[in-house]
């Protein structure tokens, strides 16, 4: 008999429990990682790869991450090879974050899996005199090969942005972008195509 957890929920973009105690273990081993990111030397690369792969479910090679960078599990982020984060990027992995190879992200960029419903009935759910729950779910993410993410762009849940495309800064990306683009603005929208 198979037992879905609330990871596997979390996981299939069902509706899950965010305070289960096996997500709450891997959010916790996630904060000792990042902690330890944080504290390690800039000029202490190998120590920093270690800690990014003991954190993260993939890691291609010449992986750069500035510190600070948070993100909720870190076990649901894959990057491939030559990608570079800079300072102050938030990966919310609830879900799969896919970043392909040769990725720029600039400063401050959030990338969330995590949403909840929009009516308030439906999302706080009072089960106790002091307990309340929120309804949560996350759609995966997706960034394609050789994408350049503005500093302070915002991806939301369920986004695939194609690749070799460029996301303006400030954007807020609402909808999947195509490939071969230059797209920004709120709501982001593509502007013109990039040959090739």
Known sequence: MNIE????KMLAGKCYNSR???????YQKARALLRAYSATEPTDAESKHEILAALLGSLGENVWIESPFFCDYGE???IGNNVFLNYNCVLLDCNRITIGNNVLIG???QIYTATHP???NERIITTGKETTVYTTRA???EIG???WLGGGALVMPGVTIGNNTTIGAGAVVTKS????VFAAGNPCRAIKEIEE
């Open 5 to 8: 957890t609330e990871k596997d």
């Open 20 to 26: 289960d105690p096996e997500l709450l273990a891997m």
């Open 76 to 78: 649901n982020i894959s």
């Open 107 to 109: 400063p401050a960029v």
């Open 118 to 120: 929009l009516n308030a």
């Open 139 to 141: 759609l995966s993410v």
């Open 145 to 147: 090969n050789n994408v």
């Open 177 to 180: 972008v195509p490939p071969n």
